[in-house]
């Protein structure tokens, strides 16, 4: 299977927005749960965030919890991570992956796209 492929990442302002979309091809995410990671360096990597197959039942760290918002378009095969009031501790990898199991939350992923920059300036 083809590996999703993430896009929208970059530099912005602490207090900015970004929007990160993550395609993926063919059925890869058809019936199962995704959902979004990310990796700064010298940690491990970290949820963020998950929604469901249907796009119905989402999931935060509470971290950016009512900051950011997952949304799913299953027509076009893409997620999306809206990240509003930026803050310098959101600058990670950020990552999109699928749940092996589940429809309704990523607690075991499988599929992971190869990431995408989100650097926070002061």
């Known amino acids: 299977q083809v590996q999703p492929v993430e896009s929208g990442g970059g530099l912005v302002q602490a207090g900015g927005s970004l929007r990160l979309s993550c395609a993926a091809s063919g059925h890869v995410f058809d019936s199962y749960a995704v959902g979004w990671f990310r990796q700064s360096p010298g940690k491990e990597r970290e949820f963020v965030a998950s929604v469901s197959w249907d796009g119905v039942n989402t999931y935060y760290a509470d971290s950016v919890k009512d900051r950011f918002a997952i949304s799913r378009d299953n027509a076009k095969t893409t997620i999306y991570l809206q990240m509003n009031s930026l803050k310098s501790n959101d600058a990670a990898v950020y990552y999109c992956?699928?749940?092996?199991?589940?429809?309704?939350?990523?607690?075991?992923?499988?599929?992971w796209g190869q990431g995408t920059q989100v650097t926070v300036s002061a």
């Open positions: 992956a699928r749940d092996r199991f589940s429809g309704v939350v990523v607690r075991t992923p499988d599929v």
